[in-house]
């Protein structure tokens, strides 16, 4: 549950006048120049993300002015809960068009921080009161998606093995009463995902495929296929020291899934999901697969292995095979795949690509309307060519120094084929620096926007 945002009695919480900007300076205007001049000299201007504690004639706190805008909808209250006092608070006015639907959220997330190791002590943040208008369930469903998500991508190698990702998903598969499976090291060669296991065979943390499935099976299909690298060191392609830095957050895209995962189970989105999370180091041993190894896939297609670097897309590519092979509805699988995607369009932008026109306008809607960011990329087909091979079927990589984000995607789509839809979403899965909300590190991009699609597309969620 919600650990900062409560909808109960607000007796004894400090009313929260919410004020555009232009109802900010309506306001000073109304107060004394002596009231104005004293709010001057506090800070408050009546600028944007500005805040006033306005005591009462004792000298207790009566009420706060904050300054917010409706256009930034989730992370419109974000900048507070850090900056009040500890207490409960309760929204007595807000401007047109404000959702506190969406900034409850953005408040609860507002309080997160990771929880290191040592004898820290966790900080407490003030309590936002809301009506019984905010649905309190949504509110849980994605702040806990996304403290989920960021959990798991700010947790250390070391204590986030592949194994440990899968126990991750079983308590969140467990939680929600979903049929959960796990497929562990030789058990990968035996069901025929040779590439999620040539990936992975080199460390002493074995590699693993998860796979749960939830929900009506007469239901829309809908298939999540999430990146697991725990830690990417290259391979014998070894990356540089500072390559290697941000590495355990190669999983961002299992994490990225079982939030949204979570999200779509608590809300009981009326959807037939399966969830599959190739979990895997991709390391150096005397076994590790080698440059220009040709190993044949579960589809049946060869891959010659152009750069072992490019781990990422080979053991997708097991698990998109399989998840096609039950004809989806709609696939989407979430990468942290090239670092050429965050060449194109920086850090806080994902890319995805289609060749679904109308499900690409449905996710570039939802992310508009949800303010958090997709954009489509081309999948140009006349980029194939460069993933061909004199020995196997497929190079794994292009070899060409442009377009990178582009090729890997059609690597992937050569295991797509009986999805109605799919879609590739290459993210960060971290911020780079903090903002209110977004403190730096791990972080699930793409999970509201996809959540607000899916529910748009398959119905609203049904909570019986």
Known sequence: MARYVVSSAIKGAVPLL??????????????????????????????????????????????????????????????????????????????????????????????????????EKPKSYPTLVVPKTVDLARVDAFAEGIILARDLVNRPAND??????????????????????VLKDKELLDANYPLIHAVGRASD?????????????????????????????????????????????????????L?????????????????????????????????????????????????????????????LAEADTEKPDLLIDFATLTGACRVALGADIPGFFTDDDKLAADITKASAEKLDALWRLPLWEGYRDNLNSDAADLNSASGGAYGGAITA???????????????????????????????MGGEAMGLRAIFAMLEARYGKPNKK
């Open 18 to 119: 919410l004020l555009s900007t232009k109802e900010a300076a309506d306001w000073l205007g109304e107060r004394t120049q002596t009231r104005r001049d004293w709010l001057k000299a506090l800070g408050f201007e009546g600028k944007p993300q500005q805040r006033a504690l306005i005591p009462d004639a004792e000298g207790n706190l009566e009420r706060v002015v904050a300054v917010v805008d409706a256009k930034d909808g989730i992370w419109a209250l974000a900048h507070l809960p850090a900056t009040l006092p500890e207490g409960k608070y309760t929204p007595e006015a807000h401007p047109k068009g404000f959702d506190l639907q969406e900034a409850a959220i953005g408040w609860e997330l507002a309080t997160y921080r990771f929880k290191r190791s040592g004898k």
């Open 160 to 181: 986030l093995t592949p194994y440990a990702l899968a126990e991750a998903a079983k308590a969140v598969a467990k939680q929600h009463g979903a049929k959960f499976k």
């Open 409 to 439: 995607a059609l690597y992937l789509k050569e295991f797509v084929e009986q999805a109605k839809s799919w879609v590739h979403i290459d993210l960060m899965a971290w911020n780079q620096k903090s903002r209110p909300g977004r403190p």
């Open 259 to 319: 939030g949204l995962a979570h999200a779509i189970m608590a809300l009981k989105l009326p959807v037939r999901l399966r969830v599959l999370i190739p979990a895997v180091e991709n390391s150096i041993s005397a076994n590790a697969f080698r440059p220009m190894d040709i190993i044949t896939s579960r589809k049946g297609l060869t891959v010659e292995i152009g750069n072992t670097d490019a781990e990422g897309r080979l053991i997708l590519s097991d698990a």
């Open 205 to 257: 943390n074995r590699p693993c495929l998860v796979d749960f499935q939830w929900g009506d099976a007469k239901a829309p299909k809908v298939t999540l296929v999430g990146k697991g690298v725990c830690f990417d060191s290259g391979g014998l392609d070894i990356k540089p020291s500072g390559g290697m830095l941000l590495m355990k957050k190669d999983m961002g895209g299992a994490a990225t899934v």
